[in-house]
């Protein structure tokens, strides 16, 4: 029978190697694979290519992958609030290339769909635009841009079941679902495994045939940053 769960989120990582790209879910602590990448922190991997929106904070989320310098680019959309980001981009320790939010994720919706490149407006005129194809359509300039495909992706759901069908939450569904799709090998961690027919097919966002393995792991789900009304 297929069984794609595994004991640890050590076990799932195990075969990433130093250089992967790793396109990793989630939106800065929201939604992202925490277990995952602490347990990449653990292996010592380096040399990464990371394709995710922003790399979370100094003290969590990807940001723990920063401080021991195991990572050596990061493709991403927003430098957020994470100072040893700005640190390394600044001084040239990071290599980083900033893409448009929507254009990253059309970009990872097109390497899991078999779609080499594709072109949009984002970007025309600005230094996006720098060192790329544009080609005119209907009297509008619009920029090339290349589809993403990952060795590893790593995402977060709130359920799945040994085949691996997964069921995003909320603001966990923001680049999780394309991030599935958009590398040869799919790790998922997951905070609830369910026994197969529990998903209702009309609710599974990514389906088992995408994933290579998940495991059960409990999430600190952190707030980046607390915005409370005042009262009066």
Known sequence: MINKAVASADEAVADVFDGATLVVGGFGLCGIPENLIAALVR????????????????????????????????????????????RQFLSGELEVELVPQGT???????????????????????????????RSFDGREY??????????????????DRLGNLVYRKAARNFNPMAATAARIVIAEIEELVSVGRLDPECVHTPGVFVKRVVVAPRAKRIERRTVRKSG
């Open 43 to 86: 292996k010592g991997v380096k040399e990464l290519t990371v394709v995710s929106n922003n790399c979370g904070v100094d003290d969590w989320g990807l940001g723990l992958l920063l401080r021991p310098r195991q990572i050596r680019k990061m493709v991403s959309s927003y430098v957020g609030e994470n100072a040893e980001f700005e």
């Open 104 to 134: 990253l994720a059309e970009r990872m919706r097109a390497g899991g769909a078999g779609i080499p490149a594709f072109f949009t407006p984002a970007g025309v005129g600005t230094l996006v635009a720098q060192d790329k194809e544009t």
């Open 143 to 160: 920029l090339l841009e290349r589809g993403i495909v990952g060795d590893f992706a790593l995402v977060a759901a709130w359920k799945g």
